[in-house]
């Protein structure tokens, strides 16, 4: 089984939707684990062996239940300043790059092809996240995390927006049609994010949305005040954390909002029937 969790913008919340399947996936025994082939992220955390990924899939590795390894996150760019950044493939610095240095990209790809391949063979479930919006035209052409995905391993996705920020409906489907015809079958359902109040209102729109794209909503999740770990500058800060133990208190959050999601009928079935078309 495998699934890409893309966002329709960043902080649209892919990374705590991610580690809330992950969770799910968890707690049904399917053996989970979190995939991020490039994260772009200055909070970074340090893996047993020594090596570098980004805390959103420390995150998500934690809500597997397993220690966080620098396969779950092979390419990671760390800004240095200046407009430079360190590149780090395989937990470990590799170059700098910017200010007309490039990236080498067969390292990258070379990078997420091996970690991707030992965590799927060792794994039953493999949870991927997108980087940023997969509809950025500017990008697409270099992209690794999002449609780069989609062609290097066919995976299937899910579009998560974020309501709060308003236009939610246009941003799922703005994204799916700008994402090219090649890999836009791969997409195949959508997540509300952020939802205050009856979800019973978005009906209409969600109807209109599955009929334009084909796509499922899988759900709609509703906002709660709780607080997740913080990648970049977008991230939230605000938000309930509470215990002595800042990685449980992050679990304890994530499970009440994995318990409201399921109380407010997302549709998990689904989700494990998306992942499925994706084995092989």
Not at 161 to 187: Q, S
Not at 188 to 210: C, P, T
Not at 216 to 243: A, H, K, T
Request: glycine share 14%.
């Amino acid at each position: 089984m495998r699934i890409l969790v893309l966002g329709t913008s960043s902080d649209a919340g892919k990374t705590v939707i991610g580690a809330m399947i992950c969770r799910h996936m968890a707690r049904r025994g399917l053996d989970p684990v979190p995939f991020k082939a490039f994260n772009l992220s200055l909070n970074s955390y340090a893996t047993k062996d020594g090596g570098e990924i980004g805390m959103g899939q420390t995150f998500q590795a934690w809500a597997c239940g397993l220690e966080p390894e620098t396969d779950m996150n092979p390419v990671l760019y760390k800004p240095s300043g200046g407009g430079r950044m360190q590149m780090i493939v395989g937990g470990r610095p590799l170059m700098d790059i910017g200010n007309g240095v490039e990236p080498d990209r067969d390292a990258a790809v070379e990078g997420i092809r091996e970690a991707y391949g030992r965590l799927s063979s060792s794994h039953n479930c493999v949870v991927c996240e997108g980087s940023g919006s997969p509809a950025e035209l500017n990008l697409m052409s270099s992209d690794l995390a999002n449609t780069g995905l989609m062609r290097l391993l066919g995976v299937p996705a899910v579009l998560v927006a974020d309501i709060e920020r308003g236009g939610a409906f246009a941003a799922i489907y703005g994204t799916w049609r700008i994402i090219p015809e090649d890999v836009r079958p791969l997409l195949r359902g959508f997540v509300i994010n952020r939802f205050r109040g009856d979800a019973s209102i978005l009906g209409d729109g969600i109807r209109k949305i599955e009929e334009l794209t084909g796509m499922r909503c899988l759900g709609v999740i509703p906002y709660l005040p709780l607080r997740f770990p913080e990648e970049d500058s977008l991230s939230r800060s605000e938000g309930r954390l509470q215990g002595e133990d800042v990685r449980q208190a992050f679990l304890s959050n994530l499970d009440e909002l994995l318990d409201a999601a399921e109380t407010g009928g997302f549709d998990f079935g689904l989700l494990e029937d998306i992942a499925g078309e994706g084995q092989r």
